[in-house]
């Protein structure tokens, strides 16, 4: 009997170390912490509200992103769109194709992510610089987090 409820104890132990944390962030959102040291969004959220001015340019369409993170360099193609009163960028990604919200930050900064095949996912922090070119910074996420460059153009 003893030796059974120790073996169930150490199951439950290590089922508990081993499993994903969830979280909640300040406005609400919540976000699942991984045992790797990546987290994603929970049910992904939609866009916020943009600021009351807006944005400089319109950035709907087509977009090639370009990048440097680490030792690596990349491209992928994406489309940003309005959703629900903000902007979605729909990331064309090695694999599949995923749906991230846009954060207007104000009328020429905008924060989004996206998937990298080597460098996992990448939070961007961009400058809109003219209706068809923005740049900034990219950066990984996990234990191991690198950032780096990326300008965006216009199709």
Same mark, same amino acid.
């Given at each position: 009997?003893?030796?059974?409820?120790?073996?169930?104890?150490?199951?439950?132990?290590?089922?508990?170390a081993f499993s994903a944390i969830t979280a909640t962030t300040e406005d609400g959102r919540?976000?699942? *912490? =991984? %045992?790797?040291?990546?987290?994603?969004? *929970? =049910? %992904?959220p939609q866009?916020?509200?943009?600021?009351?001015?807006?944005l400089a340019y319109d950035i709907t369409g087509s977009w090639t992103i370009s990048f440097t993170v680490g030792i690596f360099d990349e491209q992928f193609d994406v489309e940003?769109?309005?959703q629900g009163g903000g902007y979605t960028l729909l990331w064309h990604g090695?694999?599949?194709?995923?749906k991230y919200p846009i954060t207007v930050v104000n009328e020429r900064e905008l924060q989004f992510q996206g998937k990298s095949f080597h460098n996992?996912?990448?939070n961007f922090k961009a400058?809109?610089?003219?209706?068809?070119?923005?740049?900034?910074?990219?950066?990984?996420?996990?234990?191991?987090?690198?950032?780096?460059?990326?300008?965006?153009?216009?199709?």
């Open positions: 009997m003893r030796k059974n409820f120790i073996l169930v104890l150490i199951i439950m132990l290590a089922i508990a919540k976000v699942v *912490l =991984n %045992n790797n040291g990546t987290w994603e969004w *929970l =049910n %992904n866009p916020g509200p943009s600021p009351s001015g807006g940003i769109m309005k090695t694999f599949e194709d995923k996992g996912v990448l400058t809109i610089e003219s209706a068809s070119s923005m740049y900034g910074t990219a950066t990984s996420s996990g234990a191991f987090s690198k950032t780096g460059s990326f300008k965006a153009v216009r199709q």
